[in-house]
């Protein structure tokens, strides 16, 4: 791991003061990792002022943003980045993942020896829209509270779409 402080802001809730303080804690211990959610909202004077310690390395920006940031993001700053583009999990993904907390007794709803009916199955991974969390949300309410009957738990569709 490192030995990096980590910080974090949101244009929306922090300020250039903030901004400042990042960068002073960065002078004194050598390397921030700063993650700055909404990174898009940020105006050019703010993108300006963290240009300089992106440049000498005092800044490690890591920038969240739903928007191109082609066009959001100072040529600069983004010249300097290493762009990841993620996108939603499609349905087989979404299939998977709830399969596998179903099957997992640890970590997953295996010890609640739950039933999920295959169009209750389907209703969740297409609702997830690509989102496994949201999916997998949903699928622990149906289970955690679906009756108990004869050790087992009973999903239909029906229980899906009320969680």
């Keep these: 791991s490192t030995q990096c ?12 003061k903030d901004m400042k303080l990042i960068v002073e804690e960065a002078k004194m211990s050598g390397q921030v990792i700063l993650l700055l959610d909404e990174i898009h909202r940020l105006d050019k004077a703010k993108q300006d002022f963290l240009l300089p310690h992106v440049e000498n390395g005092k ?5 969240a943003t739903t928007s191109n940031p082609y066009h959001a993001i ?5 010249s300097r980045a290493q762009i990841f583009e993620l996108y939603p999990l499609d349905e087989n ?13 640890e970590r997953g709803l295996a010890s609640y020896n739950p039933k999920v009916d295959e169009n209750a ?18 699928l622990e309410l149906a289970v955690l509270s679906s009756e108990n009957i004869d050790q087992q738990r ?10």
């Excluded at 100072?74 to 983004?78: E, K, V, Y």
């Excluded at 993904?93 to 399969?99: A, N, T």
């Excluded at 969740?124 to 829209?129: E, Y």
């Design 154 to 163: 009973h999903i239909t569709l029906q229980d899906a779409k009320d969680c």
């Design 5 to 16: 402080k980590f910080r974090q802001l949101n244009d929306d809730t922090n300020t250039k």
């Design 59 to 63: 800044i490690v920006l890591i920038g």
């Design 74 to 78: 100072n040529p600069a700053i983004r």
């Design 121 to 138: 199955m389907a209703y969740f991974t297409t609702q997830s829209q690509g989102d496994v969390r949201s999916a997998l949300n949903a």
């Design 93 to 105: 993904d979404v299939r998977v993942s709830l399969d596998r907390a179903l099957n997992d007794s």
